[in-house]
């Protein structure tokens, strides 16, 4: 039996595909994972915005109450929209 051996170093096809599979593999389990991180970052935004808005909410009815300005009767104190709060 003859063998030929050419001394080559390097992949066969198979390897190659195997490392391709496996590679594929991983960037689909983690897909999902990015999807989720950037949906926490959303989330997060949101929430210091909320926190924002409510701290303004909490001022104007602060000052509502304290009569620093005018506010209609039937508000209690909070502002009607948000036009008038940025205001």
Known sequence: MLQLNF????????E???TLAIISVMAVAALPL???????????ELRRNLRTIREAVDVFKKLADE???EIESNTEGYPPDLEILVK
Do not use: N, P, Q, Y
């Open 7 to 14: 001394g080559k170093k390097g992949f066969t096809l198979v």
């Open 16 to 18: 190659l595909l195997i």
């Open 34 to 44: 990015t999807k989720i991180a950037v949906k926490r970052s959303k989330e997060i």
């Open 67 to 69: 009569k620093k300005f």
